[in-house]
Nanobody, 122 residues
Framework: QLQLVESGGGSVQAGGSLRLSCAASGRSFTTNTMGWFRQAPGKEREFVGSISGPYKHTYYANSVKGRFTISRDNAKNTVFLQMNSLKPEETAVYYC???????????????WGKGTLVTVSS
């Protein structure tokens, strides 16, 4: 039902910042949990962070705490991922996802975007 489109990826030097956006269409996503995941070359997909629907609770992977911030604008059906102090090992395709549960598990999200590539050079 929901269509998700990520944007904002690109190439940055280590220590730099990027802000990713995920725009949802098809219906309001106000009640949905939105998650961010990433998959690096040769690595498994991993959880980055999530934000719940009405109350905007957030949860982050330990590896990104203090550096990444998730926010959402329910009026615009958009979720954001602000990434600071990026590291080369965080080069990956970043995906947004939507689901009914506040969870870190990828298989509990129903809708997925196609991803946006983030490249961090050393």
């Amino acid at each position: 039902q929901l269509q998700l489109v990520e944007s904002g990826g690109g190439s940055v030097q280590a220590g730099g910042s990027l802000r990713l956006s995920c725009a949802a269409s098809g219906r309001s996503f106000t009640t949905n949990t939105m998650g961010w995941f990433r998959q690096a070359p040769g690595k498994e997909r991993e959880f980055v962070g999530s934000i719940s629907g009405p109350y905007k609770h957030t949860y982050y992977a330990n590896s990104v705490k203090g550096r990444f911030t998730i926010s959402r604008d329910n009026a615009k059906n958009t979720v954001f991922l602000q990434m600071n102090s990026l590291k080369p090992e965080e080069t990956a395709v970043y995906y947004c996802a939507a689901g009914v549960q506040f969870t870190t598990k990828a298989d509990e999200y129903e809708y997925w975007g196609k991803g946006t590539l983030v490249t961090v050079s050393s």
